[in-house]
């Protein structure tokens, strides 16, 4: 299993909305409310093998319904040294689906 965190930026007022969702689809391992340039903090685990900006994409951000303004993924390297890629491929993933103002 390859652990990563996704930082969140939610529409105005929709951080517990978005945070229930994901709690209810039980998809994510640890939800943090927090302050600053995002909402949430999120702890997923996913096979390894798994494409991250795909499961972000397809699991989080569609199956919920929910739209995700911005986001950050970190994924653990100092273990897994391809982790670096994969994250970087993630990132990638959800800013050219997502672009500035959410996905389209």
């Known amino acids: 299993m390859v652990p990563f965190f996704v930082q969140i ?3 105005l007022g929709k951080s ?6 994901l ?5 994510a391992s640890e939800i943090y409310s927090t302050a600053g ?5 999120v702890k997923f685990y996913v096979e390894d ?20 303004d911005g986001a950050i993924v ?3 390297i100092t273990r897994n040294p391809g982790a670096a ?12 689906t997502a672009g ?3 996905p389209q």
């Open 37 to 41: 340039d995002f909402d949430l903090l």
């Open 74 to 76: 970190a994924a653990l």
């Open 16 to 21: 517990y909305e978005v945070a229930n969702k």
């Open 100 to 102: 500035p103002n959410g």
């Open 49 to 68: 093998g798994t494409d991250i900006g795909h499961f972000v994409n397809e699991q989080v951000a569609h199956t919920l319904g929910i739209v995700i």
């Open 9 to 11: 930026k939610c529409h």
């Open 23 to 27: 709690a209810d689809a039980e998809i």
């Open 85 to 96: 890629d994969a994250a970087d491929r993630a990132c990638r993933a959800i800013l050219t």
